[in-house]
Nanobody, 125 residues
Framework: QVQLVESGGGLVQAGGSLRLSCTTS????????MGWFRQAPGKEREFVAA????????YYEDSVKGRFTISGDNTKNTVYLQMNSLKPEDTAVYYC??????????????????WGQGTQVTVSS
């Protein structure tokens, strides 16, 4: 079992920044890919970013490339999503997820088997 707890969401003006954190527990070592997804009201869940355990592989959704950065600190069992130059269209509930069945990250949300509770990010114009 893996437990995920997100934090760092909030209300920010367009152009501002937030850093989301996702701390994992339940296993001694996090040797699996992690991902961030988001879901806005009335929309489907969409991929945002993913990272391998080593950090050597990262993927980003096109609309966040150059603005968001995913990183991990395995000593703290924590994955981060640094979000800069935020736009109103980034408003959503952000979820972190763990894919314990693979070693290479994927952009497909159904591949992830553990999820956090979500944290709200609201960007005002």
């Amino acid at each position: 079992q893996v437990q995920l707890v997100e934090s760092g969401g909030g209300l920010v003006q367009a152009g501002g920044s937030l850093r989301l954190s996702c701390t994992t527990s339940g296993r001694a070592f996090r040797r699996y890919p992690m991902g961030w997804f988001r879901q806005a009201p009335g929309k489907e869940r969409e991929f945002v970013a993913a990272i391998s355990w080593s950090g050597s592989i990262t993927y980003y959704e096109d609309s966040v490339k150059g603005r968001f950065t995913i990183s991990g600190d395995n000593t703290k069992n924590t994955v981060y999503l640094q979000m800069n130059s935020l736009k109103p269209e980034d408003t959503a509930v952000y979820y972190c997820a763990a894919d314990t069945r693979r070693t290479i990250p994927t952009m497909i949300w159904r591949a992830y088997d553990y999820w956090g509770q979500g944290t709200q990010v609201t960007v005002s114009s």
